[in-house]
Structures are given as C-alpha cells and as structure tokens.
C-alpha cells in the first residue's frame, strides 16, 4: 500500500507537507467509518485507500461495514433508485425491515469514536447512537438526492437531519437542510491497480488474457451493470458509430454486493450483443483492477454513457490515463468534463455515436482532450485532495464554524 | 548569489486551505443573481472570484469568475458574462468593494433588460463559500535568499494565500503579503513593488510563482556582480 510521500512526484512535495500539517492538528481524533459494502463500488475504493492514509498523519481513522439481510440490501436499492427518482413506495414491512436491521447494526458495530463518518442511505439510521455517544456525525452523500420521487427522502430525512454535517460530492446533488451541508467531490488513486501506470507490454498481456483482439480501436465503457449506466444505449451508440468507423466495443463492469439487480441488467445486455465478435461483454469481479486499468488504457475513447449519476469516477480514471471521453451530461460528470475541452458532453445516443465517429477520426483532437483532462483531474479529483477535505470537514467540527479558521 | 543581511521580522510562510460549503440559495436568472449577491456572506464573494484559480490551474489565462462563467454559459448572457469577467479585482481592497462592482455591472445591466433569460434546470447558480483554514507551512526566511526558496518550496496554497486572501479577504490595506515584507523588513522595494504590479488573476498559481521567482533570482543576482566588483 503506497504512503503518502508516494504522492509526492505526482502532486507535489507541499501538498503533501500540507496534508502532515493538518494531520498534527488532528492527532489522534478517532473517526470511524460505516458504510455497506467492503468491496465494489466508489465508496470501498475510496474508504480502502483513504483510511491508512489518514492513520498514517496521525487520526486514528476504522473503517466499519454494517451487515444486513439480502432484503435489507434490496430495499436500500430500491430506496437508491428512488432517491435518484425512479417512482417506489415504502411498505410497513420495509420500514420494519430497515429499523430491524439499524438496530442490529448499532449493537455489532463498535462507534466508539470522535467522528463518526456515514457513508450513504443504508448505515444512516446510525445516527440513533449518538444519543449514548459523545461524539460528532457526519453523512456523506454519494448520490444525487435533488429530485427524489415522493417519499423517498421523507424515509431518510429525519436521520439526516440529525447529523452535525452532511457532505455532497456538487452541488445539484444536495438539497435544502437544516444542517451545513460541505461540497467534497470523490477521487480517484494515482497509485492504485486501477489507475497506475502500466508499460505497454502489462496491457498487451492482460488484454490478450482477456481475448480482446488490438487489430481494431477499441471503444470502452467501463460500469457496474446498472439501467442508469445505460450500457444497452452504449451498444445503439457504438452500432451507428461502426457503420462508418470500424471499431470494437468492450463493456466491462461487474455488480457489487448491495446491487441485486446488476445480474438482471447483465443479461440484457448479453441478449442485446447477440453475439457480435466486436462486442466484448467482461463481468469482471470487484478485484479486477488491472484489467481495468489496462483495458482503460488500450482503449481509443471511453464512454460514460449515463443517463443518472453520483459522481461517475470512471471518467476521472479514463481522464487521468489521458484518454478522450464522451460522457453523459449528468450528475458529477460536467465537473470533471468541460465540453470539447477536457472531454465530450452529450445527451443522447445519436450525439454519443456522432462523438465516437469523430474523435477516432481526429486523433489530435482527442489526444489534446485526453491531456487537457488528465491535469484537471490532477489539480481536482486525486486521493491527496480527498483525504485534505476529509480532514477539512474534521476540523470544521471542531473548530468550526467561523468562515476563517487559524489552526 | 549574494547572500543578503538577516532581518529580525522573518517571514512565516502560511498556508491556507479551504473547504466549501453550499449555502441555501440559488439563482435561475440574472435578477436573482443580483438580489442574493447583495445579502451573501463575503465568504461568497471570495469563493466565486477566486476557486477557479485553484480548480483550473492548468488554464491560462484563467476563467475569470464563477458569475461571469454562469451568466455566460448558462443564461447566454455573453454582455454581461464579459462585464462581469472584466471586473478588476486587482481594484478593490476588500470584498465589500468587489462586491459593490458586481452589484452595480449586473444592475446596469438589468435597467436596460426586457427580457430576463432563465438557466435550465438544473444549471441554476448555486451560492457557495470558502470556509479557510490558515496554518503555518514551518518554513521561514530571513533574507531574501531564504525567501526565494521559500517561494519555490511551498504549496500554490501558500502562494495564494499570501497573494490573494491577505491583499483583499483579510482586508490588509490592499496589499500582498510579499510585498509588504519584502518592503518593510528587508528594505527591497524595488523588488516588493514588482511583486504588486505582477496580477495574479491574469497567472496561473504556478506561473506566479515562477514570476516572482525570476524577479527575486535577478535582484539577487545584481546583487552578486555588485559584491563581486565592488
């Protein structure tokens, strides 16, 4: 596991000084993080990489995962969907279900803490505990709550608003509240499998593993197999690109444990290929890093084709390897894409197609994308600027809330 | 390259880091932009004149200001967007008189307007402020060769610090921290006055740096043939 000097060469040497300086005046505050899943997804990516990090400048940072039933896991999908907006009730018995398994939680989990950290709507009932403990609550939000359908932020509101913070990764993802709400967008690890550099004979060797063929450009989303990830439309998309380009798509992608529903989405997509030797469908396990990273790095353009969104790191982690991307207009994806810039942003497949077709046709242009992208992400959306605004948030608790803190 | 007398006022090189946070009001057009902008906290003022400087470093020239870029791209006010961008902040010595330049381009503006243009959904401006952390960086200089490398070592944060916050948010008679101790302690004002001609919106962090680096490296350089052939 890299440490933090390992940043240095890529952010700088005072980023990093910055980091141990505001890790003194944190030394041995103890955070505790919960959230519902060890693996798979944004949220572990992160917390697996960010909380050795934050021991190593001196807070005393856990890392807790709450369990739960597979009907536990498939109402907090639901209530996912739903606060993303797609219609749902709640049924007594869901209710019942959530409040059973909160309980459960709050006796396994060990919250003994200065800070406790809540990732997401499932561990958010948590916030029962601190009424027996002495401490400060922060609820992170990794999803874009704006425009819930009815009922959906009902069933969580009255938790979050106990919280001391909450913390939304932009803007247009958060919503009125009585609590102060702190803007902290994800990141991604310069230094990790996914996202470190790999000389070209690695990805030859892994992309051979992996049966992808490089006698064509290869055009790439990499998701879990999720509707809202649109990986049906990407195939449209990438159909009326190659009648005019020849190309070879992958779709690669995997479902994580609190996501029932990814099996269901697989499967349509595998009957929407209908077998095509161009398109490379790759359910890849959680662990699949490397692959990742090489099949990133093989491709021509990246597409992130999604018609909702949390932040959708993919397309930081397609930006940092250079790569240009065409990307949905949604959720985080304009903050880490200005058009025809840093990247391409669309709004429908036809406009997905028409972007794929011109930047294989215009490598110059594409390439100045790619590199124009891969130092936003530097400046903007690499672990070291993550793990600064989690500490940021620690001090504002306890020192806040003056709008000019001297520490 | 000459090594200048010590002062006793060394200079201690800050940091400053910023977390922001979302306030509760939002704008859809360029009359709401205006009735907010006059009641917002400074700390609102400073965030959306000065994040960008950090957030597109790689740009140069920078975008100029999160309103100018809203009202540019999202309302389609390219009038207005340019009259905003061209707001010099170099001009004011404190957020209220930014501020008051803001208020008064986008009231103008307004007097002359039949038709307000509406943001989609969705892209309506959202009001945020910098809450700022200042804490020593541990390097300090008492000579303008330490000074120098001090420049060079420290985070852009540092840099922006002294050049930015300590000129217009700290309210310190307008001027930046480098050049009052470059004036005050080591008596080099010639070099302290380069530093305030030098606009640091129109450079990216690390260009600024760069610039005053060069101004130190030929002070001290003159200063070295001085020595060598007086």
């Known amino acids: 596991m890299p440490v933090l000097d390992d940043y240095a060469p890529i952010v700088g040497e005072g980023t990093v000084k910055e980091l141990k300086l505001l890790g003194d005046r944190l030394a041995g505050q103890r955070v505790v993080n919960v959230n519902s899943t060890r693996v798979g997804g944004g949220v572990a990516e992160i917390l697996t990489r960010l909380v050795p990090l934050l021991n190593e400048v001196g807070v005393k940072a856990r890392w807790e995962v709450m369990s739960g039933s597979e009907e536990f896991f498939e109402l907090t999908k639901k209530l996912h969907n739903a606060l993303h907006g797609r219609p749902a009730t709640f049924t007594a018995v869901e209710r019942e279900t959530y409040q059973r398994t909160t309980t459960a939680n709050l006796r396994a989990l060990d919250l003994e803490a200065d800070i406790c950290f809540i990732h997401d709507p499932q561990p958010a009932g948590l916030i029962a505990a601190r009424q027996s403990l002495d401490s400060r609550w922060i609820w992170r939000c990794h999803i874009d709550v704006s425009a819930p359908a009815p009922g959906a932020w009902e069933f969580i509101a009255p938790m979050v608003e106990k919280y001391d913070l909450s913390v939304f990764s932009a803007p247009q993802f958060a919503r009125s509240l009585p609590i102060p709400q702190a803007l902290v967008a994800p990141s991604i690890d310069p230094l990790s499998d996914k996202n470190r550099e790999l000389s070209k004979s690695e990805c030859e060797a892994i992309l051979t593993k992996l049966g992808i063929r490089s006698d064509k450009p290869i055009v790439t989303q990499v998701s879990r197999f999720d509707r809202w990830k649109d990986p049906l439309g990407v195939i449209q998309a990438w159909r009326l690109a190659r009648q005019r380009v020849d190309c070879q798509l992958i779709l690669a992608g995997g479902s994580a444990t609190d996501d029932p529903e990814g099996a269901e989405v697989l499967r349509e997509v595998r009957q929407q290929a209908n077998g095509d030797p161009d398109v490379h469908i790759l359910d890849l396990p959680p662990t699949a890093n490397l692959e990742i990273n090489a099949i990133q790095r093989a491709s021509s353009v990246v597409i992130q084709k999604s018609l909702k969104e949390g932040f959708g790191l993919t397309v930081s982690e397609a930006l940092w390897k250079a790569k240009p991307v065409i990307a949905g207009a949604v959720g985080g994806i304009p903050l880490q894409v200005s058009h025809k810039y840093s990247g391409i942003l669309t709004h429908t497949t036809e406009g997905v197609a028409f972007w794929i077709k011109q930047l294989l046709s215009a490598s110059d242009f594409a390439r100045r994308l790619g590199e124009n992208g891969r130092e936003h992400v530097r400046n903007n959306f690499l672990l070291t600027r993550h793990m600064r605004d989690h500490l940021l948030c620690f001090l504002y608790l306890l020192k806040g809330p003056e709008n000019i803190i001297r520490l | ?230």
């Open chain 2, 1 to 230: 390259m000459a090594q200048l007398a010590d002062t006793e006022r060394p200079f201690e090189f800050m940091s400053r880091l910023n977390l922001t946070l979302l306030t509760d009001l939002r704008a859809r057009d360029a009359a709401e932009l205006l009735e907010h902008l006059r009641v917002v906290p400074g700390a609102v003022i400073y965030h959306h004149t000065h994040h960008f400087l950090v957030q597109h470093q790689y740009l140069s020239p920078e975008p100029p200001n999160d309103f100018a870029f809203w009202v540019s791209n999202m309302l389609l006010e390219e009038r207005l967007g340019e009259e905003l961008a061209a707001v010099d902040v170099l001009r004011f010595a404190t957020i209220h008189e930014l501020r008051e330049a803001l208020v008064h381009v986008i009231e103008n503006f307004l007097e002359g307007c039949t038709n307000l243009r509406v943001a989609p959904p969705g892209e309506e401006f959202y009001f945020e402020q910098s809450v700022s952390f200042v804490l020593p960086t541990g390097i300090v200089a008492r000579n303008l060769s330490q000074f120098r490398d001090g420049l060079a070592q420290v985070s852009l944060n540092s840099i922006s610090y002294h050049m930015f916050d300590a000129r217009l948010r700290l309210e310190q008679g307008g001027d930046n921290d480098f050049s009052k101790w470059l004036e005050a302690a080591l008596d080099e004002r010639e070099v302290a006055a380069a530093m305030r001609r030098l606009d640091p919106y129109t450079h990216t962090e690390e260009g600024l740096r760069r610039q005053m680096i060069a101004l130190i490296d030929a002070r001290l350089h003159r200063e070295s043939e001085r020595a060598r052939s007086g």
